[in-house]
């Protein structure tokens, strides 16, 4: 009897590792809104599936000076430069699944 709980629970747990699937992890922001010179920035990136909580991170590129990402996905600050770059942004769920997302960023004058 001992065995068919043993097994029955090693079964629970190797299921329970296998439903952390890294292709559900997707993004639903398509784009980052165009920003203006020293104009305050709020933004929340947001993406859905995967394991929560999601990591960010900039894999790629840099952001124009002034703005900032945090690990939460909000893209925050004044931009101080008017640019027109992309920013390779990285996002890693909490099963260690990962998705890369370009962004076009463009603060105007």
């Known amino acids: 009897m001992k065995k068919i709980a043993f097994l029955a629970l090693s079964l629970f747990f190797i299921a329970a590792i296998a439903q952390s ?5 997707t993004n ?3 784009t980052i809104p165009e920003m203006t010179l020293g104009q305050p920035v709020n933004f929340q990136i947001e993406f859905v599936g995967g394991t929560p909580p999601y990591t960010f991170s900039i894999y790629s590129g840099t952001l ?3 703005l900032h990402l945090t ?5 925050h600050g004044v931009p101080k ?3 027109d770059t992309t920013v390779l942004i990285l996002v ?3 099963a260690g699944c990962t998705l890369g997302v370009a ?3 463009r603060v105007n004058p």
Not at 21 to 25: A, F, I, K, Y
Not at 71 to 75: F, I, P, R, S
């Open 64 to 66: 124009p000076k002034g």
């Open 21 to 25: 699937d890294c292709s559900t992890l």
């Open 81 to 83: 430069e008017v640019t």
């Open 28 to 30: 639903v922001t398509e």
């Open 103 to 105: 962004y076009p960023i």
């Open 71 to 75: 690990q939460n996905g909000v893209l």
């Open 92 to 94: 890693t769920d909490s």
